[in-house]
């Protein structure tokens, strides 16, 4: 079993820059890679950024562009996202979640651990 735990979250103004953390504890023989993920009100869960166990594959949501940074530290069991010239669209609460099925990056289905989630609010 694998759990995850978010932190970094806040509230910045258009054009700040905010570093979330994820520290992934536990184990799984089925953990593909690390993903993150965010949910606004009202609206669907999407996919953000994602990066392989080896941290060699990246991937990004095309709204990122350029925007944001994925990166891991296996030492520390940590899956960092570096959000840049932040927008109020951004506004969400950021989930990372643990891929236990090989497909689409994107799409919540492919996880099957997921953190609580932190609060991302950006004014304009």
């Known amino acids: 079993q694998v759990q995850l735990a978010e932190s970094g979250g806040g509230s910045v103004q258009a054009g700040g820059s905010l570093r979330l953390s994820c520290v992934m504890s536990g184990r799984s023989d089925d953990w593909y890679g690390t993903g993150w993920f965010r949910q606004a009100p009202g609206k669907e869960r999407e996919g953000v950024a994602y990066?392989?166990?080896?941290?060699?594959?990246?991937y990004y949501g095309d709204f990122v562009k350029g925007r944001f940074t994925i990166s891991r530290d296996a030492a520390k069991a940590t899956v960092v996202l570096q959000m840049n010239s932040l927008e109020p669209e951004d506004t969400a609460i950021y989930y990372c979640?643990?891929?236990?099925?090989?497909?689409?990056?994107?799409?919540?289905?492919?996880?099957?651990?997921w953190g609580q989630g932190t609060q991302v609010t950006v004014s304009s």
């Open positions: 990066i392989s166990r080896a941290g060699t594959i990246t």
């Open positions: 979640a643990a891929r236990t099925i090989p497909g689409d990056w994107a799409s919540p289905g492919s996880y099957g651990h």
